[in-house]
């Protein structure tokens, strides 16, 4: 079945660091794409999204692109602030709209 | 314009107890979803809803939990008898149709002791 992976966490990095969050995954389809956040203390809350191959996303300084050849869509933020502490999901979409999840990424970002 | 709502936001029991959750979608979102969340995993969706429909609940532990949305408006779920492996945060999530963007609530924190 479908299924999205992403690195294990967490990932530790200064402010003003470029981060790379990897999610790659697996689908019989064409799914559509997405990260979600969730901040300390709130709820998820959808980061990006991408329906087709080759399409960026991007939102708040991040962007991930589809990359069907290589079944990923890696996040990417050129430089990190405080406030970008949370926990990240990649998730994938096909086409009964059900969502699959990846387990999350803690990111912590030190001043 | 108001999000989802949730309550209670933390919740204690002993196992074999009961517990409801209960959740108010936005205004006007046709669809409403309950995830479970354990600690280190990503949700996995429990029920859905299209209006007071149930869509799927294949993944719905059926002889322990139950949900409803009786008028196609808020939502409750209830866990009966609870057990430990049900420690979780229940998220309920809304969003105005099928196929489109879900919008969170905070999440209820389930702890079974």
């Known amino acids: 079945g479908d299924s999205v992976t992403q690195m294990e966490g967490p990932v530790t990095l200064s402010e003003e660091a470029f981060l790379t969050i990897n999610c790659t995954y697996t689908a019989t389809g064409y799914p559509s794409l997405f990260w979600y956040v969730q901040y300390p203390g709130e709820g998820l809350q959808l980061l990006l999204k991408a329906t087709k191959a080759d399409d960026k996303g991007s939102n708040k300084g991040f962007e991930a692109t589809y990359r069907k050849e290589t079944t990923s869509f890696h996040l990417e933020k050129g430089s990190v602030q405080v406030s970008d502490s949370a926990v990240y999901f990649c998730?994938?979409?096909?086409?009964?709209?059900?969502?699959?999840w990846g387990a999350g990424t803690k990111l912590i970002i030190k001043p | 314009e108001a999000g989802v709502a949730q309550s209670p936001r933390y919740k204690i029991i002993e196992k074999r107890q009961s517990v409801a959750f209960w959740c108010n979608p936005i205004?006007?979102?046709?669809?409403l979803y309950w995830y479970q969340q354990i600690l280190g995993q990503g949700p996995k969706l429990l029920i859905q809803f299209q209006n007071n429909g149930v869509v799927d609940d294949s993944q719905l532990p059926k002889d322990r939990f139950s949900a409803e949305r009786l008028k196609g408006v808020d939502s409750t779920l209830k866990i009966q008898p609870a057990k430990l492996e049900d420690s979780a945060v229940y998220l309920c999530?809304?969003?105005?149709?099928?196929?489109?963007?879900?919008?969170f609530g905070e999440g209820s924190r389930l702890t079974v002791l």
């Open positions: 998730a994938l979409s096909e086409s009964n709209y059900q969502l699959i």
């Open positions: 205004s006007g979102h046709a669809t």
């Open positions: 999530a809304s969003s105005l149709d099928r196929g489109r963007e879900l919008f």
